[in-house]
């Protein structure tokens, strides 16, 4: 079945530094891909998403590109802030039909001042 | 986008009891279903809510501890039956919309048993 990994946390970086956060992913077919925000005592976000190989979804700083050579999808974000400590989910759906996502056990990211 | 209610937002609750947690979605839905987030874990697929007919539960989720409703294409409720400690955890809603290949997910009910 479809399944998607993410590097383990936490990832914990100072403000302003760089930031990568790796997915990849194993389905049939060609799905969509996502990453979702899940800040402190909230549900899920959608951050941003990317519907076919070579796309790049973007939203708030936050980049990444769908590589299907690679069945990856990893976040980038050039400069992180506090406020961007949280939970992040990579996850996949609309293969066999189905806009079930399947998730990633989640990175989370704690950035300091 | 789509703006989805969930309540209540947080509970704590005696073993043995019930608690029904209810979704409203104020878009045209195509699909709703059920996630369980455990402390620091992903989030695990309870069910999808069908309309009109019984709920589609995934391996390990059963119809008599996690009933399901969908009465209509917007609205859902998930009742957690004679809960024990174990089911302490957080339940979330989710849809994907017409038009959209995204899930949109609630805010969430933390659910607290003692």
């Known amino acids: 079945g479809d399944s998607v990994t993410q590097m383990e946390g936490p990832v914990t970086l100072s403000e302003e530094a760089f930031l990568t956060i790796n997915c990849t992913y194993t389905?049939?077919?060609?799905?969509?891909l996502f990453w979702y925000v899940q800040y402190p005592g909230e549900g899920l976000q959608l951050l941003l998403k990317?519907?076919?190989?070579?796309d790049k979804g973007s939203n708030k700083g936050f980049e990444a590109t769908y590589r299907k050579e690679t069945t990856s999808f990893h976040l980038e974000k050039g400069s992180v802030q506090v406020s961007d400590s949280a939970v992040y989910f990579c996850?996949?759906?609309?293969?066999?039909?189905?806009?079930?996502?399947?998730f990633g056990r989640g990175t989370s990211l704690i950035v300091h001042p | 986008s789509a703006v989805i209610s969930q309540k209540p937002s947080r509970d704590i609750c005696q073993r043995g009891t019930s608690l029904t947690i209810q979704c409203q979605v104020d878009?045209?839905?195509?699909?709703m279903f059920w996630y369980r987030q455990q402390p620091g874990q992903s989030l695990t697929l309870i069910a999808t809510?069908?309309?009109?007919?019984?709920?589609?539960?995934e391996s390990g989720f059963v119809i008599d501890k996690f009933p399901i409703s969908r009465p209509n294409l917007t609205f859902s409720t998930l009742t957690v039956s004679n809960m024990s400690p174990e089911d302490s955890s957080i339940y979330l809603c989710?849809?994907?919309?017409?038009?959209?290949?995204?899930?949109?997910f609630g805010q969430g009910t933390r659910l607290t048993v003692v």
């Open positions: 989710s849809a994907v919309t017409e038009g959209n290949t995204e899930a949109f």
């Open positions: 389905a049939t077919g060609y799905p969509s």
């Open positions: 990317a519907t076919k190989a070579d």
């Open positions: 996850a996949l759906s609309g293969t066999g039909g189905s806009y079930i996502p399947t």
């Open positions: 878009s045209q839905v195509t699909m």
């Open positions: 809510a069908n309309q009109g007919s019984e709920a589609t539960y």
